[in-house]
């Protein structure tokens, strides 16, 4: 079995493979699990749940949401999330193409590492690529952490290696191509 766990020395590969630059990455993973450390051993709905509150407090914003909607049926064919921000609330928009609970999973873990990398890192929040590889970040160690979990709770949900979820993030970036495949 493959170790699961994020360490200093998957860190490069991770950062390699999403085109993302290794301090960038290296910086962002402390903050990361001192985040995580509330929801580590609960559903993925937890973390959503948990960055709500991470957000109220840090912003103080008593009211804020997060929450995720499909688009309704034939409304576009796009293979783009939305993610529609509002001063009280974050609604992560799910096209119909998307129907592969993986790859439904897969886009609000970075729909949601969009939210953290902005609250986190606000005076990068303009510069677009950057925003993408590190949400693609924030995904790969959300799914890392989740996958002990899932292996008991939703062994359909798990992947063999850590490298086949650090490949599932970079083929999100591929939607743009019309690619929707989780591998």
Not at 28 to 42: A, C, G, H, N, W
Not at 106 to 114: I, M, S
Not at 150 to 164: D, E, L, S, V
């Amino acid at each position: 079995m493959t170790d699961f766990r994020i360490t200093e020395d998957k860190l490069p590969a991770i950062a390699d493979d999403l085109g993302a630059d290794p301090d960038s990455v290296a910086a962002f993973l402390p903050i990361f699990k001192d985040f995580y450390e509330e929801v580590r051993k609960q559903h993925l709905a937890s973390v959503m749940r948990a960055l709500e509150l991470h957000i109220r407090k840090k912003h103080n914003k008593s009211s804020f949401v997060v929450d995720y909607v499909s688009m309704p049926v034939g409304a576009t064919n796009s293979t783009h999330t939305v993610g529609l921000k509002w001063p009280w609330g974050y609604f992560i928009v799910i096209p119909p193409v998307f129907k592969d609970l993986q790859q439904i999973r897969n886009l609000v873990a970075h729909e949601l590492g969009h939210l953290f990398y902005a609250t986190e890192y606000p005076n990068n929040i303009h510069d677009k690529k950057l925003n993408q590889k590190m949400a693609n970040v924030f995904g790969v160690f959300t799914m890392l952490e989740r996958n002990e979990f899932y292996r008991k709770k939703a062994p359909t949900m798990i992947r063999g290696t850590w490298m086949q979820v650090v490949k599932d993030f970079k083929q999100l970036d591929n939607r743009e191509d019309g690619k929707l495949g989780v591998s």
